[in-house]
């Protein structure tokens, strides 16, 4: 999916006023301004292929998403940011998550170290990188577990959000035949140590997998075609 200038705009005005809600203590300006209601905690993405809900303390930000029958994406936020409601929730660890979906028509075999070597590759740390350019891009680790590629890299791109640090998280796997790739980024006011960011994907991805029961048990050899729709 290729998100146009118009849909970063909406995301970032969104991330922009949570940093206002964190700063004021909790909600007082809210992403999609629906007072005194409480935020959505899941959404469908992909033609209602995939179930996306974030750990405690996270919901949807309607504003922002963006889905069809092969793909989506959405931002989370702070519960009480996002509905205007105090009494809403509010997470231990104020970031910002987004779930990027994308659908893999082609279903064969095919280990998570075929995603690692594409996100080590120049073409797989371009479609990475918010310029699109694999020179704004350094990767600082990535791991493999249980069908599950995490990445914690860092992101100069110029057009980046800059509320948000330039180091991040992204988890990818597969849930049956879509490709699921989650982020987690810390605001430059409320900053947190690397492991707690990567904690909190790990909490991401659980909450993914036990929305989404059904899940194919092996990596999908489709999966490299499918980055370029996600990332754009």
Do not use: N, W, Y
């Given at each position: 999916m290729t998100f146009d200038v118009a849909i970063m705009r909406t995301i970032t005005a969104s991330i922009l006023i949570l940093v206002l809600?964190?700063?004021?203590?909790?909600?007082?300006?809210?992403?999609?301004?629906?007072?005194?209601?409480?935020?959505?905690?899941t959404t469908r993405l992909a033609g209602f292929g995939v179930t996306i809900e974030g750990p405690t303390g996270f919901c949807i930000d309607r504003s922002t998403k963006v889905s069809n029958s092969q793909s989506g994406f959405v931002v989370l936020g702070a519960c009480a940011a996002i509905s205007n409601n105090p009494r809403d929730a509010m997470p231990p660890i104020r970031a910002v998550l987004t779930a990027s979906v994308s659908h893999v028509a082609d279903v064969t075999l095919a280990a998570p170290a075929h995603l690692k070597q594409f996100i080590t590759s120049s073409a797989g740390q371009a479609s990475l990188a918010q310029s699109g350019s694999a020179d704004h891009i350094?990767?600082?680790?990535?791991?493999?577990?249980?069908?599950?590629?995490?990445?914690?890299?860092?992101?100069?791109?110029p057009n980046r959000a800059n509320v948000l640090v330039d180091k991040y998280w992204r988890g990818m796997f597969v849930v049956d035949d879509h490709l699921v790739s989650l982020t987690v980024t810390a605001l430059h006011t409320h900053p947190f140590a690397d492991r707690t960011g990567k904690r909190l994907l790990r909490e991401f991805i659980s909450q993914i997998q036990h929305a989404n029961p059904v899940k194919a048990e092996n990596e999908q050899s489709g999966i490299l075609a499918a980055f370029g729709d996600i990332f754009g």
């Open positions: 809600a964190g700063c004021s203590g909790g909600a007082g300006g809210g992403f999609t301004g629906f007072s005194g209601m409480k935020a959505p905690r350094k990767i600082l680790e990535t791991q493999m577990v249980d069908g599950v590629v995490l990445v914690h890299m860092r992101d100069t791109s």
